[in-house]
């Protein structure tokens, strides 16, 4: 089964909008981290988040943690047609190598 | 820097054959990773190691065998392969964390091998 789950699957916005993507985890974790992977290449990490943190920007990203509720959420403010592109959340099992991904939210910013 | 490499790029297999994918990272990170990547799903792991001359099993590890030579390479091989091998393979390395034991930062990845088993 798969730790981290992506929350739409799918979502197309315009230009200039704000895009937000929401991933759900089932066990503790040490840190989650987002990825953006662009078709047909390999993954981009976007940004890290540890389990003690609670909100992190990084540019246009803004990602929150609530390990309460065991969600993350990714914001892309300003979107760009650029920013077309998958977008992964992973997370980092406590006492564990092992990096779970989720399904995936494909997103597409039209121009 | 090149970053995370993989040959080859693409490679057509029939079934029961074997084959070694090559992954090589310049970055001096401690940790290696194999995964693969099938339509609609997330990556899930085959192997992965935490030093040269260490593996560990991932979450889908069968019909894979690696191997951690040198510190810098680490080789996915398929000894028999069977069309449920054809996928998208991504290899990826990273440095050790430093917020306690077993933890690491993020991860590079490679761009990709492209396996299809007739």
């Known amino acids: 089964s798969q730790q981290g789950e992506e929350d739409p699957q799918a979502l197309s916005i315009q230009e200039g909008e704000n895009a937000t993507m929401n991933c759900s985890y089932k066990?503790?974790?040490?840190?989650l981290q987002w990825y953006r992977q662009n078709s047909g290449r390999g993954l981009v990490h976007l940004i890290l988040?540890?389990?003690?943190?609670r909100e992190k920007h990084s540019g246009r990203l803004r990602v929150t943690l609530d390990t309460s509720k065991k969600s993350s959420s990714l914001l892309i403010t300003a979107s760009r047609a650029a920013d077309t592109a998958s977008y992964f959340c992973?997370?980092?099992?406590?006492?564990?190598?092992?990096?779970?991904f989720g399904a995936g939210t494909r997103l597409f910013v039209k121009a | 820097n090149a970053g995370v490499t993989q040959t080859p790029k693409f490679r057509v297999l029939k079934t029961g054959q074997s084959m070694t994918l090559l992954c090589a990272q310049d970055?001096?990170?401690?940790?290696m990773y194999w995964y693969r990547q099938d339509p609609g799903m997330g990556l899930r792991l085959i192997h992965y190691?935490?030093?040269?001359?260490?593996?560990a099993k991932g979450e889908v590890p069968d019909g894979y065998n690696v191997s951690r030579l040198k510190k810098q390479n680490f080789l996915l091989g398929l000894e028999s392969a069977a069309p449920s091998q054809t996928s998208v393979y991504f290899c990826?390395?990273?440095?050790?964390?430093?917020?306690?034991?077993?933890?690491?930062?993020?991860?590079?990845f490679g761009p990709g091998t492209r396996l299809t088993v007739l």
């Open positions: 990826a390395s990273s440095s050790p964390g430093t917020s306690g034991p077993q933890t690491y930062n993020e991860q590079f």
């Open positions: 066990t503790s974790i040490n840190n």
């Open positions: 988040i540890r389990s003690n943190e």
């Open positions: 992973a997370t980092a099992t406590t006492g564990g190598f092992k990096t779970i």
């Open positions: 970055m001096n990170h401690e940790y």
């Open positions: 190691s935490v030093g040269e001359g260490t593996t």
